[in-house]
């Protein structure tokens, strides 16, 4: 028998059955791990060649730091440009993040928990939001920002990003605010409780998983987009991360190590965000399927 094996003992008949394996395949983990290996590469290699030197880096690129010099990155964090590229990263990525938060939820409360004319066309409108990338929108973007006379601050960005990140977190959260069984509301309604006063001490704290996890994705966008600032701003006082790594990488060309350094100071903070709250993105993710 496969899944036992059957011996005899005082005339009795013992079914033994074999221990599962609980580890699963090797061959699985071994591809898992060359895929890990294979993504985190890059970003070691980045991190590690800010603490070495350009005749090091010269003469064995793919060599570790003989010493490890960590003057790189002092002189980084004594440039008060960097830290202004920063703030206006953590500005922009922030008030997005609210922006979305916000306008997410409040929307997907009402597609989620009311039945009305065109609801089922409006779910679609945001779910055929997710197919169009920014790029394809940039140049009208552009366009439409400097009539309006916002481009070259934050708001250029801000308000695109808000306008393309609702579509992902109102798919993520309609799942979770249907979810919500009706007793409850009924049960809030009938202790003298409002729709507001329902929406915020009741819906919010149930949806947490799904709030975190589309505030979390919406930041990592933020702090990670190019593009957009890209078209948007001109001036170096306004340039985000990404655009000051652009900037350092040309003004900088000679020096390798300190554009390295550059680069990693510029990831680190999205990155460490990332693998904080890695759990809250999964969870959340896991409840929008089941919802």
């Given at each position: 028998?496969?899944?036992?094996?059957?011996?005899?003992?005082?005339?009795?008949v013992?079914?033994?059955?074999h221990?599962?394996?609980?580890?699963g395949?090797?061959?699985?983990?071994?591809?898992?791990?060359?895929?890990?290996a294979?993504?985190?590469?890059?970003?070691?290699?980045?991190?590690?060649?800010?603490?070495n030197?350009?005749?090091?880096l010269?003469?064995?690129?793919?060599?570790?730091?003989?010493?490890?010099?960590?003057?790189?990155?002092?002189?980084?964090?004594?440039?008060?440009?960097?830290?202004?590229m920063?703030?206006?990263?953590?500005f922009?990525?922030?008030?997005?993040?609210?922006a979305?938060?916000?306008?997410?939820?409040?929307?997907?409360?009402?597609?989620?928990?009311?039945?009305?004319?065109?609801?089922?066309?409006?779910?679609?409108?945001?779910?055929?939001?997710?197919?169009?990338?920014?790029?394809?929108?940039?140049?009208?973007?552009?366009?439409?920002?400097?009539?309006?006379?916002?481009?070259?601050t934050?708001?250029?960005?801000?308000l695109?990003?808000?306008?393309?990140?609702?579509p992902?977190?109102?798919?993520?959260l309609?799942?979770?605010?249907a979810?919500?069984?009706?007793?409850?509301e009924e049960?809030?309604?009938?202790?003298?409780?409002?729709?507001l006063?329902?929406?915020v001490?009741?819906?919010?704290?149930?949806?947490?998983p799904?709030?975190?996890?589309?505030?979390?994705?919406?930041?990592?966008?933020?702090w990670?987009?190019?593009?957009?600032?890209?078209?948007m701003?001109?001036?170096?006082?306004?340039?985000?991360?990404?655009?000051?790594?652009?900037?350092?990488?040309?003004?900088?060309?000679?020096?390798?190590?300190?554009?390295?350094?550059?680069?990693?100071?510029s990831?680190?903070?999205?990155?460490?965000?990332f693998?904080?709250?890695e759990r809250?993105?999964?969870?959340?993710?896991?409840?929008?399927?089941?919802?």
């Amino acid at each position: 028998m496969s899944a036992s094996a059957v011996a005899a003992r005082d005339g009795r008949v013992i079914h033994v059955r074999h221990a599962k394996n609980h580890w699963g395949s090797p061959v699985i983990y071994f591809i898992a791990l060359c895929l890990i290996a294979v993504c985190l590469a890059p970003v070691l290699y980045i991190v590690a060649g800010g603490f070495n030197t350009n005749s090091r880096l010269t003469i064995d690129p793919s060599g570790l730091p003989s010493p490890w010099q960590v003057n790189q990155y002092l002189s980084l964090l004594k440039m008060p440009l960097f830290w202004r590229m920063a703030g206006n990263s953590a500005f922009i990525a922030l008030i997005t993040v609210a922006a979305v938060v916000v306008l997410g939820v409040s929307a997907s409360f009402v597609l989620s928990r009311y039945h009305f004319k065109g609801r089922n066309a409006m779910y679609m409108l945001f779910a055929a939001g997710l197919m169009f990338p920014l790029s394809v929108a940039i140049q009208p973007l552009y366009i439409m920002m400097t009539r309006i006379h916002l481009a070259g601050t934050p708001w250029s960005v801000i308000l695109p990003q808000v306008a393309f990140g609702l579509p992902q977190t109102v798919i993520i959260l309609t799942p979770f605010l249907a979810a919500i069984p009706l007793e409850i509301e009924e049960a809030a309604t009938v202790d003298g409780c409002s729709r507001l006063s329902f929406f915020v001490r009741m819906v919010i704290p149930l949806s947490a998983p799904g709030v975190i996890t589309v505030a979390i994705l919406n930041f990592i966008g933020s702090w990670n987009s190019y593009l957009l600032p890209l078209y948007m701003f001109s001036d170096q006082s306004q340039y985000t991360l990404p655009l000051g790594v652009q900037w350092f990488s040309t003004a900088h060309s000679q020096d390798t190590a300190q554009v390295l350094a550059f680069t990693s100071m510029s990831m680190i903070p999205a990155l460490v965000f990332f693998l904080a709250f890695e759990r809250r993105i999964v969870g959340g993710l896991t409840g929008a399927v089941k919802g």
